[in-house]
């Protein structure tokens, strides 16, 4: 465990925290499409690939080969679940908003959908951020190859 | 340096990736997004979503794609003639409630002072859909010239002046959720002085206050402390209503009248008239409240764009008023039971937490019930009024004379009529009465007459056992003179003619077992039936009681009735002749039990008390009392298991029902079926719908907003304007115009960026009750459609007005489904001979605009078949059997019970 930790690079905890904030929104989805009135405005898809992500990050930063790789899938399946998510939903905006962006319009929102939405973009951000940065720490070189003594030897 | 570059190339490219990855999946989404929605985004754009092309037919000649035509060459001529018709309806409608000391009509040259803001911003139409623009209308100070009378100049500038407008006035009308609900105006002392007092501007004329009240799409009208949708303050103006209701006087209202009775009695005026500028039947305490002195009171409604004329010409004596109010004018809105239930109700717990149908406050958890039945405006008044007289169904100490102003139908003349000859004869072949009367114009000027023709039907001890419910009278056809010439001249009487149809003795009887194990249908009970023509409806229940009351009884009458023009039929008991439709031979059964709380499988420990002329007093409820304070006398509904799982919008599963075809070999192209009426159930018709593909079926139902969608092979249907309003259209005449096929765009009409002619609302088209100008007013309007190229037309409304707190009241015609029905079908007839197809709307239940969407709205089916589809069903009649033969209709956004309209 302390090796495992040891390795890994501010990138893997920027993933990390997207994983968790993934996890959150799965739990919010699954409510809101449970028994928060989601109806038809929850997809099974969007949920899958939330899933995805989070076991692809989960599965793939143990592993030396796939750690470099584990924020850029996580975020990869992220977003295409946000896509998912944005494309089965957005006649609710329609509806809701009908009269215009008024503040009643936005009190009147399903609470589920509000909290889900934003988990969502969090994640999102989060997750594109985390993909980006290293996941792994770089190898430090050897001390006699810095002063030139151990190749000679 | 180098390295330095490196890294920042190499995370521009990172950031850029991102970017880019972004900007696809957004792309991607958006695309499929707006791929759904092209045929509603296509139209947005201004951009046409289909070509026509020419096929090279060498039998078309020029003018063969012109179904319909106009003998008008321009959009200004077309006007022009609307702009005749919608003042014809103004001089037929505008009802005179009351006229002492000979106020009215003034005499040439004498000057009218207009007070009130309202006078120079007038109420022309509602808000919402049929909201319609003001450019071009005529003013009450034009109206009144042309006349020839004179106008108070000073005090006219000061009402008219944009300061005083702006500061003093309402606010606009305006769109949907924008409407403004401030009623304004300015106080005696806050009018200019000069303006005001001035006799030699004021020259002893006549004082006209013009009491407007607006309204409109989306929102129901405050009544008593009802202030969901307001706060201190609407559109920046404090709120000044009059125990929290918009229908009474304000404050500052009163003050202006106190004082100008004041200034009457002081001879600076002649006399003082109230002109009722509102769609929205106000309180009437103040007409003969001695503190304003009064002498007229005329009701026009929204009188249109040229409206004004008619007033002016009324105002003048040049045409003699022959309106009848469509509605009961209440003493006092608080007597009116409908109140108890108007507003909406929260189940005590939600329902759903299903998304909002609609508007973010929409109704699906929320609920109204018709505890009223069928006791709507003067079903309530004059049966109870009935019931007090014969001292009987426990109608208690009820006071006419302080509940109901001016009854329904009640309207004046400047010259007198009578009755006579009054005689009515059945012909049992055809099922119909003919009722006959002779008008004769007994006084000195020429003027107009309409009777109304009601019918009594026996409340018996069946109808107590069964629940069904009898109104005292109720209109069951009406008839107009023409202009009648003073006592003397050639032409000073008409014998008129009203044919009703037996069923119209029917009642429902929801509980009465068919011999097919159905429950309910029309059934007639044994028992004395009246017929009486009359000048309103008090009148036609004095006539009753003068035939049957006996002198006891008639001692509590408010005054004497004319048994003279009353007549008798003791009919036998019927229980299968009107259980069967008249116009499809199908048998009549119950399909609204689940509307009705007391028949509802699923409702639990919930039951409503009907009012029931049964026991006034244990039935009848009042809103609030007299100082707007809430009873809380609404029913109250407690949710159950069931209903959750009602409510929701079922989900449609295949069973064995036969499914259409789709994507038939073609046959038929739409111009193919263009010639000769084919009967919708021919089997051309079959042939041609099969051909449609499931994706352009699709396509035509759920693209509709507006338009029908334009399909090509096989059927080669072109794309269709439909557009509001229920009472005309409101568009400007090149609307959409890629796909606008109207004449003014045809012709490049130099006019064709403007809009028609504000049409009146459709209580003042009611009022004339006149259903030949209402037929050719619908001619104008329907030949307006095409210079404006609408197909369809979101109209008429045909709602009721279930008090005068519903938004769209403008929209609809009256609180009675006969008239109402009446006067739709001529007007729709007019329209659809132009070849414009009416949605009749809203259908059904949909009195209320406050949480319309998915709003559940209980009611007992006799009440919702004779009072709220009668209407309805008269419009959609075929023509042949005396309807409207209405082509669509549009359903109401709210529920039946717990089952959503659609």
């Not at chain 1, 699954?30 to 939330?50: D, I, N, Q």
């Not at chain 2, 003493?331 to 508007?359: R, S, W």
Request: proline residues 3%.
């Amino acid at each position: 465990m302390k090796d495992f930790f040891g390795s890994k690079a501010v990138g893997f905890y920027v993933s990390a925290a997207a994983a968790v904030l993934t996890l959150a929104t799965l739990i919010v989805y699954v409510l809101y499409g449970t028994v928060g009135g989601g109806g038809r405005y929850f997809s099974p898809v969007a949920l899958t690939f939330l899933i995805l992500s989070i076991a692809a990050f989960a599965g793939m930063c143990i592993f030396k080969v796939t750690a470099p790789w584990a924020g850029f899938v996580q975020a990869a399946f992220l977003f295409v679940s946000f896509l998912v998510c944005l494309y089965t939903c957005y006649r609710y905006f329609t509806e809701v908003f009908y009269g215009g962006l008024t503040a009643q319009a936005f009190s009147m929102m399903n609470k589920y959908f509000l909290a889900m939405l934003i988990l969502y973009f969090l994640s999102v951000i989060v997750s594109q951020v985390g993909a980006e940065m290293r996941q792994r720490k770089q190898s430090q070189p050897q001390a006699a190859q810095a002063d030139g003594y151990s190749a000679a030897q | 340096m180098k390295q330095t570059v490196i890294r920042i190339l190499t995370l521009l490219s990172r950031v850029l990736f991102h970017v880019m990855a972004v900007l696809f999946g957004i792309v991607l989404v958006g695309g499929m997004i707006l791929r759904e929605n092209s045929e509603s985004i296509t139209p947005m754009l201004n951009q046409k979503s289909y070509i026509v092309v020419d096929t090279g037919d060498e039998d078309f000649e020029e003018g063969d794609d012109q179904y319909f035509t106009s003998d008008k060459s321009s959009v200004a001529e077309m006007k022009e003639y609307t702009g005749e018709l919608i003042e014809e309806i103004a001089a037929g409608g505008v009802a005179l409630l009351k006229n002492e000391n000979n106020v009215l009509p003034m005499d040439e040259g004498d000057t009218v002072s207009f007070f009130s803001v309202s006078s120079a911003d007038v109420v022309y139409a509602g808000g919402g859909s049929s909201g319609a623009n003001t450019s071009g209308v005529v003013s009450l100070r034009d109206g009144v010239k042309a006349a020839g009378l004179s106008v108070n100049e000073n005090l006219w500038n000061w009402y008219s002046s944009s300061s005083t407008i702006e500061k003093y006035g309402r606010g606009e009308a305006g769109n949907q959720f924008n409407l403004s609900f401030a009623i304004g105006d300015a106080s005696w002392s806050e009018i200019a002085s000069d303006a005001k007092e001035n006799r030699n501007d004021t020259k002893g004329g006549v004082a006209v206050f013009v009491l407007a009240r607006n309204g409109g799409e989306g929102k129901d009208i405050s009544y008593a402390n009802d202030l969901d949708y307001l706060t201190d303050t609407v559109d920046d103006k404090p709120v000044d209503y009059t125990n929290g209701d918009y229908l009474q006087l304000s404050a500052k209202e009163k003050d202006v009248l106190s004082n100008l009775k004041r200034l009457k009695e002081d001879g600076v005026f002649s006399g003082i008239a109230v002109l009722i500028n509102s769609a929205y039947a106000l309180q009437c305490d103040f007409a003969d409240d001695p503190a304003y002195g009064i002498d007229s009171v005329l009701w026009a409604g929204n009188w249109g764009t040229t409206g004004a004329y008619a007033i002016g010409d009324i105002l003048a004596g040049k045409v003699n008023p022959s309106g009848r109010i469509t509605d009961t004018f209440w003493e006092h809105n608080y007597l009116n039971p409908v109140l108890a239930n108007f507003e909406i109700a929260n189940y005590n717990e939600v329902l759903t937490d299903m998304e909002k149908t609609g508007e973010a406050d929409g109704g699906t958890n929320k609920y109204v019930v018709y505890q009223e039945g069928i006791y709507n405006g003067y079903r309530y008044t004059e049966t109870r009024y009935e019931d007090y007289v014969l001292n009987q169904g426990n109608a208690g100490a009820f006071d006419y004379g302080n509940t109901v102003s001016y009854p329904f139908g009640a309207g004046m003349s400047y010259t007198t009529f009578a009755y006579s000859g009054f005689d009515v004869a059945y012909d049992d072949r055809t099922d119909e009465y003919t009722a006959t009367v002779t008008v004769t114009n007994t006084g000195n000027v020429a003027g107009k007459e309409a009777v109304q023709l009601y019918l009594q039907k026996p409340y018996t001890a069946e109808d107590k056992e069964n629940g069904v419910e009898k109104a005292a009278v109720e209109l069951v056809g009406f008839a107009k003179t023409g202009l009648l010439d003073a006592n003397g001249g050639e032409n000073d009487s008409e014998t008129l003619k009203i044919v009703i149809d037996g069923e119209q003795f029917a009642s429902y009887d929801a509980t009465h077992p068919n011999a097919d194990g159905t429950t309910g249908t029309y059934t007639r009970e044994a028992g004395t039936y009246y017929l009486t023509a009359a000048t309103d409806a008090h009148a036609a229940v004095n006539n009753i009681l003068e035939k049957k009351a006996t002198a006891q009884q008639k001692e509590r009458m408010d005054q004497p009735g004319d048994a003279g023009l009353v007549k008798g039929f003791d009919l036998a008991a019927d229980y299968t002749k009107y259980a069967v439709s008249s116009v499809t031979g199908n048998p009549v059964y119950n399909q609204f039990s689940n509307a009705d709380l007391n028949l509802y499988a699923g409702k639990g420990g919930n039951s409503v008390k009907y009012i029931s002329r049964s026991d006034w007093e244990g039935t009848v409820k009042y809103g609030t009392d007299a100082s707007g304070a809430d009873l809380g006398n609404e029913v109250k509904i407690t949710a159950t298991p069931q209903m959750k799982s009602d409510v929701a919008i079922p989900t449609i599963s295949p069973d064995s029902t036969p499914y259409p075809l789709y994507g038939e070999a073609p046959v038929y192209s739409l111009v193919d079926l263009r010639l000769d009426e084919i009967p919708y159930d021919d089997e051309m018709w079959e042939i041609f719908l099969d051909q449609l593909s499931w994706d352009d079926t699709v396509r035509l139902l759920s693209a509709g907003q507006r338009k029908t969608l334009a399909i090509s092979d096989p059927i080669n249907k072109p794309e269709t304007i439909d557009h509001n309003g229920a009472t005309g259209p409101v568009k400007e005449y090149n609307n959409n115009e890629e796909n606008n096929y109207g004449l003014a765009v045809k012709n490049n009409d130099p006019d064709k960026g403007t809009t028609p002619n504000i049409y009146p609302c459709n209580g003042l088209v009611a009022s004339t009750f006149d259903a030949a100008l209402v037929e050719e007013f619908g001619k104008a309007m329907g030949e307006d459609c095409l210079w404006a190229g609408y197909n369809g037309l979101y109209g008429t409304g045909v709602n009721i007005h279930r008090s005068g707190y519903g938004g769209r009241a403008f929209e609809y015609y009256s609180e009675d489904p006969v008239l109402s029905g009446e006067i739709a079908a001529a007007e729709v007839r007019g329209i659809q001979s132009y070849g414009v197809y009416c949605y009749m709307k809203h259908c059904v239940l949909n009195e209320l605009e406050n949480n319309r969407e998915g709003l559940c709205v209980w009611a007992n089916e006799q009440t919702i078949r004779e009072v709220y589809l009668r209407a309805f069903e008269i419009v959609l009649k075929p023509v042949e059997n005396g309807g409207g033969g209405a082509w669509n209709v549009m359903t109401g956004f709210n529920r039946l019970g717990l089952e959503w309209n659609g």
